[in-house]
């Protein structure tokens, strides 16, 4: 009887299995059940379990950290594994190189998963939106060429607000370069200087619109510096693009009509802002029209008679003060008139005669040189009291001194 | 407004040039000669306005993406 080691019998089974082609690939489905993540290594130790039986697994860390999802116990998964043996333990045990959350929810598990890890990162955050410009001269779309969205925006926009330039940017909406191809769109008009970017698709699978919840597309959304609406497929599909973006429109349609104003409505606008000039214009004319019917009604306008009376009083006032004023001047005149008279009465020569001197006039005027008379001249001798006649009998010369 | 500014305004500038005026009017404290230059130049935003709504036509450009200029023939 042959009897090996029990060393010898797990390298001998563990060479037995990883023989077998079959096992070296397998995908099994199950339940995770006793999740451990090991701290320092980061490798996943779990079962997969079903209602017949389980197996241990194993999930090396450097596969572990690529998993697009949080594994848990109780969460269906589908694994891709090759079969070994644990030859320690006598175990067998697969080696997980990928795990897919299994059966119906699955992706929305994963979704919600990477909501949650892109939400941390503030990229959903209410505070970071941009408004939209109320007036967008340049409107950026990232569409594909073909589609019914790039038709639909464009009527909308030619319809409501013609007063701005479409550029658009196509991109592949489907398919696995979607994501990459709509993102350089995206970089591409963000730097063309637009006032606002529509990202854009028609309806959809939720397979076809999947490329829209692509991590590094959402990431480009929210770097964006240009106001960006999503409108990806219908009013019930959310894409992880439409929370990223700073607005989400239901449809196409709908996004162009959020970034446009309505045409009608500012020839409406501007109609009211000219009824409101032409009101103010017409209440300036009407006030001014009450300024000059209230000076028209004022005394001095309506009897101008009444004016002129006053004015006629006014210059009796000062003729009189005139008046006044030229008597007092002639009596302070005469006054200093009397006053010099007086001074002058003193140094009159008449006075000189009541102290015995006399005058002598020829024919009125007065004598004052002895040489200018003559023998036998008439003159008049005036004293103070009157005048008496005499005659030259002498003349000059011939008295002696 | 001389030329050059009429040719540079934007419709947005328009309104709200106009709007500017019509509150100021509204105030009424202004000077017979200054309203009815500011009413002047209102109805002529009015015309600029109502001609910028009336005579638009929408432009239509594209953009290739900087790396990928051969993308837009293999869509959907």
Known sequence: MLTITVSQLNRYVKAVLEEDPRLREVYVRGEIAGLVRHRTSGHYYFKLADEGGSVKAVMFSRYAQVLEFEPADGMAVLARASVGVYEREGAYQLYVTEMLPDGAGALAVALAQRKERLAALGVFDPANKKPLPPFPRKIGVVTSKSGAALHDIRTVIERRWPLCTLVLCSAQVQGKDAPASLKRALETLDKAGCDVLLLARGGGSAEELWCFNDEELVLAVHRCRTPVISAVGHEIDYTLCDYAADARAPTPSAAAEMAVPDRQEMFRRVRELEGKLQKSAESQIALRRQMVARLASHPALRSPRGVVERYKEKVDICHKALYNSKRIFIQRLEHQLAKEAGLLDSLSPLRVLDRGYCMVLQKDVPVTRASSLQVGDEVELRFSDGSAKAAVTQAAGEVSG | ?76
């Not at chain 2, 040039?17 to 105030?27: F, K, P, Q, S």
């Not at chain 2, 002047?40 to 200029?69: H, I, M, Y």
């Open chain 2, 1 to 76: 407004m001389s030329k050059q500014d009429k040719n540079n305004l934007t419709f947005e500038q328009a309104m709200s040039r106009l709007e500017a005026i019509v509150a100021e009017l509204d105030g009424g404290s202004l000077p017979l000669d200054a309203s009815l230059a500011l009413f002047s130049e209102g109805a002529e935003l009015v015309r600029f306005c109502n001609q910028s709504l009336e005579k638009a036509k929408l432009k239509l450009d594209e953009l290739f993406p900087d790396t990928a200029r051969m993308d837009s023939s293999l869509d959907e």
